[in-house]
């Protein structure tokens, strides 16, 4: 075990939970990286590469070989949480971690990981990083089927996609991609309006949106939309709303993800917000704008605030959060009301009581 690892990337949905989810690198970075929110900071910048079937099947192979070694520990010692009591770097690597080569780090992470995984029941993969569709359909094919045939019980196999990606590919493609086990598709969608989307460079328009999450649902793809409150600075508030619902109704996802703005540092948006240029929403400009968004959602959708950066109140050192964290959300329309009441309710509460977005900004990664 302690010979084998494989690479991940830095992020991945809070959805997928992170110790929920075993994380395979499809792809390393973003295609894009000129989103001016984003910047493809959260992956330093670096340039996007495309791996082969052959590299992510070795890393597959690692997992397996950890998976498995894990589990006959585990039943060695009678259970797993006696196992847990034995990964740390001391007793791998001889080492503390602070000492650990970048060889034994990997190891010791990809171990780490594998046994989160499998203690939360092994049932989702997230392919990374922020554009698995963008692969050769025939070679994600491979990778997919490789998947299945290394963890048979694997229930769901998860991915970031861009619309633009999806929007290219044929309805054939992408049902064939859904039949090999790719079952659910997370995309930034960030705004409906076209104006904004240009402001932020999204690359991108709304009707290249709608049509790529129309094709993604006709291919039976379990869809999560995310969008951002407050991407449009307070002069394009209202319309960055309305576009988005609209939109979002064309789509009808299966989850909307609500995310509201915080400037990210290094980033294009970051310093036209330090120069005066966009101006960032107070704590209740916020809430108005989200109150449009939800007013206007004509969807079946399951609404979710489940990021620790959405509108939260401060009680001594810790946050409380208005709207529930977990993953699944709110149900529309049936929840609707509550959620337009929750709004309302957090109107009422004076806007110093709220964390602010500026105040998030050296803790957001």
């Known amino acids: 075990m302690k010979q084998h690892s494989f690479e991940m990337g830095p992020i991945r949905p809070t959805a997928e939970g992170g110790r929920h989810s075993l994380l395979i690198r499809a792809t390393r970075n973003c295609p894009w990286r000129l989103c001016a929110f984003c910047y ?8 996007f590469q495309l791996r082969t079937p052959a590299e992510i099947s070795k890393d597959i192979d690692a997992a397996k070989v950890i998976s498995e070694s894990l589990q006959n520990l585990a039943k060695r010692l009678a259970g797993m949480e ?64 490789y998947l299945k045939q290394a963890f048979p019980s694997v229930e769901q196999v998860t991915s970031y996609a861009r619309s633009k990606t999806l929007a290219q ?24 309006d076209d104006e904004v989307l240009k402001r932020v460079c999204k690359g991108v328009t709304a009707q290249e949106h709608i049509l790529a999450g129309r094709k993604a649902k006709e291919a039976g793809f379990e869809l999560s939309e995310f969008c951002i409150i407050g991407l449009g600075g307070r002069s394009l508030s209202e319309q960055n709303a309305k576009g988005t619902a609209q939109v979002l109704n064309e789509i009808n996802p299966d989850y909307v993800r609500i995310r509201r703005y915080v400037p990210r540092q290094g980033s294009p948006l970051f310093d036209e917000w330090k120069n005066g240029g966009f101006q960032l929403l107070s704590p209740h400009e916020e809430l108005r704008e989200l109150r449009v968004l939800v007013q206007d959602l004509k969807v079946t959708s399951k609404v979710c605030f489940d990021h620790y950066i959405n509108p939260s109140l401060r009680a001594g050192s810790e946050h409380v959060w208005l709207f529930r964290q977990d993953h699944n959300g709110y149900k529309f329309p049936e929840e609707k009301g509550d959620v337009l009441r929750l709004i309302d309710n957090g109107l009422n509460i004076d806007q110093a009581r ?7 900004i050296e803790g957001f990664v």
């Open 40 to 47: 493809g900071i959260p992956y330093n910048r670096e340039k």
């Open 82 to 145: 006696w196992v847990a009591r034995l990964l740390d770097p001391y007793t791998l690597h001889g080492k503390e971690f602070h000492e650990l080569a970048q060889d034994e780090m990997r190891n010791y992470q990809s171990i780490v990981s594998v046994f989160n995984w499998l203690s939360s029941g092994a049932a989702t993969v997230f392919l990374q990083d922020a554009d698995t569709p963008i692969m050769r359909t025939g070679e994600l094919l491979q990778v997919l089927r």
């Open 169 to 192: 590919k044929t309805p054939e493609e992408l049902k064939q991609l859904r039949e090999a086990g790719l079952s659910r598709l997370y995309v930034g969608l960030e705004s409906g």
């Open 354 to 360: 709220y964390t602010r977005a500026e105040q998030l």
